[in-house]
C-alpha cells in the first residue's frame, strides 16, 4: 500500500516537472514569434522604446504598417510572394516526384552494393553543412550556365534546381523508410496483370505513398518559404528575382532598420506557412512515424 501511494507520487511529480520544463522550452521557442506578432502592431518609435511590452500597439498601426509593405515599391510585396511561391510549388513538385522514384529504386534493390552506395551518399548529405559548400555552389552553377548558355544564377530555373539537390536527401531517407514497409507482392501481383515497371510506380506505389509525401512536402515548404540563405546567393540582394525573405532586406539601410516594416512584412511571410501546419500536423507526424516504424 505504501509503496504504491510512493509510486503515484514519483508519477505525480515526473508529470509535475515534465509540464514545467515543457512550459519553458514552448517558451524558448514561440518567444521570437511573439516578439514578430507584437511588434507589427506599433510604430518604429514604440518597438525601440519597448519590444517587449503592448505599449504602443494598436490595430490602427498594423494597418498603416501593412500598407506601407504592400505598396513599397522597393519591397514589391505580390512579385516576391508569387516568386516564393512558384520556387516552392515547382521544387517540392519535383522532389516529390524524383524522390519518390529514387527512394523506390533504391528500397527494391536495396541488396546489391551501388544501391547502398547511392543510399548512403544520400545519407552523408545530409550532414554536410551547407555553409561547407556553398561557395562552390555558386562558381559551380556560374560555369555550369556559362557552359550550357542559361543562367543558372539570379533565375527561378537555377535556385529550384539548388532546392532539388538540397532537398533530396531527406526526402529519400525518409520515403525509403515508408517504401520498406509496402508488400512486395502488390508490385509481383501488378508485374502478373502486364502493367510495366512504370505503371506499377505511378499507379500501385506512388498512390500508398500520400501521407509520407505530405509530410516531406510540407517540412521542405516550409524550409524552401522561409530560406534567406541560398536565395540572397544564388538570387543577390539587387536582382530582379527576389524571394519574400530576401525582400525584406528592402528596409534594412546602412545605419536605419524600419523595423516597424521589417518584422510586418516577416509576419506576413510566415503565415501562409503557419496555416498550413496548423490544418497538416496530424499529417506531418503520422508520416513521420510511420516512415521511422517501416523504415
Given at each position: 500500500?505504501e ?25 524558448y ?13 506599433k ?9 517587449i511590452s503592448?505599449?504602443?500597439?494598436s490595430f ?11 505598396n513599397?515599391s ?9 516568386t516564393?511561391f512558384?520556387?516552392?510549388v ?11 522514384m ?7 534493390n536495396?541488396?546489391?552494393?551501388w544501391?547502398?552506395?547511392i543510399?548512403?551518399i ?19 552553377f ?5 557552359f ?10 537555377g535556385i529550384?534546381?539548388?532546392?532539388c ?13 515508408f517504401?520498406?514497409g ?5 508490385e ?11 505503371g ?8 500508398l505513398?500520400?501521407p ?18 541560398l536565395?540572397s546567393?544564388m ?10 525573405p ?12 524600419q ?6 512584412a516577416?509576419?506576413?511571410?510566415i ?6 501546419f ?6 506531418i ?11
Open positions: 500500500m509503496e504504491g501511494r510512493m509510486v503515484g507520487k514519483a508519477a505525480k511529480v515526473r508529470r509535475v516537472v515534465l509540464t514545467i520544463v515543457g512550459t519553458i522550452i514552448a517558451a521557442v514561440l518567444f521570437p514569434f511573439y516578439l514578430v506578432v507584437l511588434n507589427a502592431f510604430a518604429q518609435t514604440s518597438i525601440v522604446a519597448s519590444p503592448f505599449m504602443g500597439a490602427d498601426q498594423l494597418k498603416t504598417n501593412l500598407s506601407s509593405v504592400v513599397n522597393n519591397f514589391n510585396f505580390w512579385y516576391a510572394f508569387g516564393s512558384i520556387i516552392t515547382v521544387s517540392l513538385v519535383l522532389l516529390a516526384l524524383f524522390g519518390a529514387a527512394a523506390w529504386v533504391i528500397s527494391r536495396n541488396k546489391k552494393k544501391s547502398a552506395v543510399y548512403m544520400f545519407i552523408a548529405s545530409m550532414i554536410i553543412p551547407f555553409q561547407v559548400v556553398m561557395l562552390p555552389l555558386i562558381s559551380t556560374r560555369d555550369v550556365g556559362k550550357i548558355g542559361i543562367s543558372m544564377l539570379q533565375s527561378v530555373p529550384v534546381f539548388a532546392y539537390g538540397f532537398g533530396g536527401a531527406m526526402t529519400v531517407f525518409i520515403l525509403t523508410g517504401i520498406k509496402i508488400p512486395y507482392d502488390l509481383e501481383a501488378a508485374a502478373i496483370d502486364g502493367c510495366s515497371p512504370e506499377t510506380f505511378f499507379r500501385v506505389i506512388f498512390p505513398l500520400k509520407v509525401i505530405t509530410t516531406v512536402t510540407i517540412l521542405n515548404g516550409m524550409w524552401i518559404w522561409n530560406d534567406y540563405l536565395p546567393l538570387l543577390g540582394q539587387n536582382g530582379k528575382v527576389k524571394t519574400l530576401v525582400a525584406v532586406q528592402a528596409f534594412v539601410g546602412s545605419y536605419v532598420k523595423w516597424d516594416l521589417i518584422l510586418t516577416a509576419l506576413l511571410a503565415i501562409p506557412m503557419i496555416i498550413i496548423l490544418f497538416a500536423q496530424k499529417q507526424m503520422n508520416g513521420m512515424i510511420e516512415g521511422a516504424v517501416k523504415g
